[in-house]
């Protein structure tokens, strides 16, 4: 059997030759890109070294587990979390109980172990293990034109029909709205995030820790893709942000809410930040917006603002070990506050 224990700084041609083999060349190659950033800038990494288990045989590599630790907030504790990512073990050992042995070992050495938008067989293996299953956190979308409902399978009569039929409604969802507060781009978030982080909190029962530092790794020193950062400002005070980009789809151009904060109860902050969004998003041409929230006070501001659900397929287990929770904690996710920001998922 395997030995596993954490990566070390010699094994990282051999573990890039094994994410070659199992995710293939394009996969490999945005990993590498991402991969100084991602394992050995992370903030929260405990002595800046990567946390990653790796499984060998022998001088061999054949499995790793490769994550993101977070600071978690839940139920107004914090704890040391961790997010599973690039899990994976050599196709001619699959099958055989290594994904499991992985699948503890990473568990047993974090305060709580999460899991987001999941492969088919990471999913069934987290679901066997019985990993509490949140179900997928919810996708929410706001038509901007009426390109927006299109269907690649539908034949074109069809799209036009639609699009005709369903253009009254979105000019209405659409329309532009004034901003009942300042919002400003910015390039870096400074310490009065972590202030509006330590303030807002409480309102969550579970969060990953959202403060500066966080921030910055996540969305400003990112290798890969390029955000847009915009703040809230009220009486001088910064009170939400919000941080999205655009991009080219099969089906028409999306600009993506990747993630955002404000007070849950504050109903006219987010929606103005929403507001700011849709500006953005028309002058990008985009012919929609997506995002994703998990908490149901967002989502009711989301749905007010004219975004609709849709069918989601991003997966979230989590399963907290620190702090004692019952199992009814995972059956209440209301306020919990997940979006596509957290983890890996935008890349
Ligand atoms: C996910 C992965 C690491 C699991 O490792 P493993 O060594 O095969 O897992 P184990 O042998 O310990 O556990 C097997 C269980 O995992 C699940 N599983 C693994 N591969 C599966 C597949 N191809 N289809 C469906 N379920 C699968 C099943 O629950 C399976 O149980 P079963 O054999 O009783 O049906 C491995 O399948 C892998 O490398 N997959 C490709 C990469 C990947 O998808 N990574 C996840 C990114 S989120």
Redesign the pocket.
């Known amino acids: 059997m395997a030995d596993i224990d954490r990566y070390r700084p010699e094994d990282r041609r051999a573990v890039e030759a094994l994410y070659r083999r199992?995710?293939g060349n394009d996969a490999a190659e945005a990993s590498r890109l991402r991969w100084d950033w991602q394992y050995h800038h992370n903030p929260n990494n405990p002595g800046q070294e990567p946390e990653i288990w790796i499984a060998r045989e022998g001088r061999a590599i054949v499995?790793q587990y490769a994550t993101m630790p977070v600071q978690l907030l839940v139920r107004n504790q914090e704890v040391q979390g961790s997010w599973g990512m690039?899990?994976?073990?050599a196709p001619e050992?699959?099958?055989?109980?290594?994904?499991?042995v992985?699948f503890r070992t990473w568990d047993r050495n974090v305060g709580a172990s999460l899991g987001l938008g999941?492969?088919?067989?990471?999913y069934?293996?987290f679901?066997?293990l019985r990993w509490p299953d949140v179900g997928p956190v919810p996708c929410l979308v706001k038509p901007l034109t009426r390109r927006a409902l299109r269907r690649p399978t539908w034949p074109v009569p069809i799209n036009r029909l639609v699009s005709a039929l369903t253009l009254p409604i979105i000019k209405i969802v659409s329309r532009t709205r004034p901003l009942r507060a300042e919002v400003r781009l910015i390039q870096r978030f400074d310490d009065r995030f972590t202030s509006l982080w330590n303030e807002l909190a409480p309102k969550f029962d579970l969060a990953v820790r959202r403060d500066a530092p966080y921030l910055n790794w996540k969305y400003v020193s990112s290798p890969h893709v390029r955000y847009s950062i915009a703040a809230l400002r009220r009486d001088d005070r910064n009170i939400g942000y919000a941080v999205y980009r655009h991009l080219h789809e099969p089906r028409g151009r999306v600009t993506l809410l990747v993630d955002f904060l404000a007070d849950p109860d504050d109903e006219g902050a987010l929606s103005t930040l929403l507001h700011w969004v849709d500006r953005e998003a028309r002058q990008a041409n985009s012919d929609k917006i997506r995002t994703f929230a998990l908490h149901a006070g967002f989502r009711r501001i989301l749905r007010r603002t004219g975004y609709f659900v849709v069918k989601s397929t991003m997966e979230f287990v989590v399963k907290v070990n620190a702090v004692d929770v019952d199992p009814a904690f995972y059956e209440d996710p209301d306020r919990w506050h997940v979006t596509l920001g957290d983890s890996d998922q935008d890349r």
């Open positions: 199992v995710f499995g690039d899990v994976m073990v050992r699959q099958r055989q109980g290594l994904g499991e992985l999941l492969s088919d067989s990471s069934r293996l679901q066997k």
